[in-house]
């Protein structure tokens, strides 16, 4: 019978901690892009369209 090794490789948590800080990054970017993106299509709409929608010119800013 053998024993699990219980301790991880030499740098592995580094090397975890730089993924999941990669991955985190990575995750702000495509936010960031998405809500720029919302935001440029809502000033396109006119005050009229974005009343319909319950939103104000104001509004746009906060997303």
Do not use: H
């Not at 985190?24 to 935001?39: D, F, S």
Request: hydrophobic share 45%; charged share 25%.
């Amino acid at each position: 019978m053998t024993t699990a090794n219980i301790y991880a490789p030499l740098g592995a948590v580094t090397v975890l901690r730089v993924v999941d800080g990669l991955i985190n990054v990575k995750t702000a970017l495509v936010e960031w892009n998405e809500a720029r993106q919302t935001r440029k299509a809502l000033a396109q709409l006119s005050d009229d369209q974005l009343e319909d929608i319950g939103m104000k010119r104001a509004d746009i800013s906060k997303i």
